[in-house]
């Protein structure tokens, strides 16, 4: 097959890595796809609105609204994939360990690796939602910060909280936590092969953006790298809060309350009405990247994701790419003008051919 003619911009696709499966999302639909253990793709695809219309869709704001909104989707996606797993697995020989851990292994995962950027949406909070966004708080606000007010105590740099040089040890230590943190993980055998996944992810997703056919052949080709990633986006919010931080925490009422835990205390919480700016500025940021930044020498811009995505990021399989595949062409049902064609409950396939031929998202292969 010969690649399709590049001659009109695709819409952005995001996705993220779950357990033995990937989700992706089109701007009107997404689709969950896992690999059962019998062989055959599990997929659910469901309808999502646009969030291209009104204040949802203006500059700055939509990148909070799309942290947010992928946080509730990949937490759905999430669920999906360990309920299909918790049904393949054989019972355990304690129960209530297997499969709630590799639930929390996951949950973890999904704040760290959130899978190329996509304009998500969903209207269902639940508890992995709220896990994973106070996950991200405690990892890379107050962990950091108490860090450095640990170690600036140790050292007896005898800074102030708001200070340039206590923003900087803050910054500093939230790379090393992150990073740190996603290579301990990455040597858990269910994380690991997440991390195949969401490599397959970025194969798949590089694949629809060159205007391939959505072959095997052609995904292996690709890197497991992309300018859009969830975890470029992270070392970039690191990276600006450390600009922002360190530029306005003298601006801030001055905190003296005389113990220094209580300042940290103060502090945190006079940053956290500062997220929220953060990631609708970082979200544009790497939206410029992404689209500017790709080759020639601004490309050195994009180095700092990339080599975090070196941890989040492993070389698929055939099989796995194939789920990845799966995934992609079934949210694309409705952008191609085929909602008809789409089932409303979930599908089985053989196998990533079977969906290829099948003339509907309909289950082929079993019951």
Not at 10 to 17: D, E, M, S
Not at 297 to 319: C, N, S, Y
Request: positive net charge; aromatic residues 8%; hydrophobic residues 45%.
């Amino acid at each position: 097959m010969t690649p399709t003619s590049p001659q009109k911009a695709r819409p952005y696709i995001g996705g993220q890595a779950v357990l033995e499966g990937v989700m992706m999302r089109a701007p009107c639909s997404f689709a969950v796809t896992v690999r059962r253990r019998d062989g055959t793709l599990h997929v659910r695809e469901r309808p999502m609105k646009s969030d291209r219309e009104g204040v949802r869709g203006w500059p700055f704001i939509r990148g909070m609204v799309s942290l947010v909104e992928s946080l509730k989707l990949g937490s759905e996606a999430l669920r999906f994939s360990a309920d299909a797993m918790e049904q393949d697995l054989e019972p355990p020989a304690n129960p209530g360990v297997s499969g709630v851990s590799a639930v929390l292994r996951a949950s973890t995962l999904s704040v760290l690796a959130l899978g190329t950027e996509s304009k998500a949406g969903g209207r269902e909070g639940n508890a992995a939602f709220w896990f994973m966004l106070l996950l991200m708080v405690g990892l890379f606000i107050a962990l950091p910060q108490g860090a450095a007010a640990g170690l600036n105590r140790i050292l007896h740099l005898q800074l102030e909280v708001q200070s340039p040089g206590f923003q900087l040890m803050t910054g500093a230590l939230k790379l090393v936590i992150v990073v740190s943190y996603l290579l301990a993980i990455r040597r858990v055998g269910e994380i690991r092969r997440v991390f195949q996944y969401h490599g397959a992810e970025h194969k798949t997703i590089t694949t629809y953006e060159a205007n391939e056919p959505l072959t095997v052949p052609n995904a292996r080709a690709k890197t497991t790298l992309h300018a859009r990633c969830g975890t470029t986006f992270i070392v970039m919010v690191a990276l600006v809060s450390i600009v922002v931080f360190t530029a306005v925490g003298g601006m801030l009422p001055r905190i003296q309350t005389g113990h220094a835990v209580l300042d940290n205390l103060v502090f945190f919480l006079e940053k956290l009405p500062f997220l929220p700016v953060i990631a609708g500025f970082t979200f544009e940021l790497q939206r410029v990247f992404a689209r500017y930044c790709t080759v020639g020498p601004l490309r050195a811009l994009l180095w700092p994701g990339f080599v975090v995505q070196k941890i989040t990021t492993i070389e698929p399989d055939d099989a796995q790419i194939e789920v990845a595949l799966a995934s992609l062409r079934a949210t694309l049902f409705r952008l191609e003008g085929m909602e008809s064609s789409v089932s409303h409950e979930d599908v089985f396939f053989a196998d990533y051919q079977a969906i290829l031929d099948a003339p509907r998202l309909r289950s082929v292969g079993k019951d």
